[in-house]
């Protein structure tokens, strides 16, 4: 008994260190407050896909933010351009996709830094921030296929 109820601690206490992890996240996602930010006008966005925008907004803010700013409006002092109300971001895939994996100027490479999931998740937040409105979800696999 005395041993059952020691694993059961331990499992417990394993849990809640796990679930702690979310909180580097900021924590579990409310659905309908991102069903509110991010389904306006006609656009229905899938449980999944606002998880993912979610994702990509805060793995943004971690990676992106630094130069682009929490507003995608870009640093002069960095060399950094908006990304808001930008085509490049909105209509194109593959060279966007290439463009952070390599890096560009003194943007740095992100092809090791960062997971294919997390570039998909950052691409899709990006694409559809600010304007930018496009509509589009960018997966793991086509990140993965231009490293
Ligand atoms: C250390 C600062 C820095 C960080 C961090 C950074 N960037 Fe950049 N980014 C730049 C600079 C500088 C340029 C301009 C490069 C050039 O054209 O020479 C740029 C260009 C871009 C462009 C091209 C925009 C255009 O209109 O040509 C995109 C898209 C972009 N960055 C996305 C990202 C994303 C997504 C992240 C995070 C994964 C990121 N950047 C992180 C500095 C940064």
Redesign the pocket.
Known sequence: MIIRSAIVAAVLTSVVLASGCDDMLGGEPDLKALSEQWNTGDKQWSDENLLRLDRGQKF?KR??A???MGTGEGQVS????A?KE?A??SEEVDP?IK??LEG?????A?SHS?TGLE?AD??TY?SNAWGNDSGMTFSMEQVDQLR
């Open positions: 943004y990676t992106c630094a130069c682009h960095v060399g950094a351009p990304l930008n490049f971001v966007l463009l952070v560009k100027g003194t943007m740095p992100f960062v570039l950052i691409l990006i």
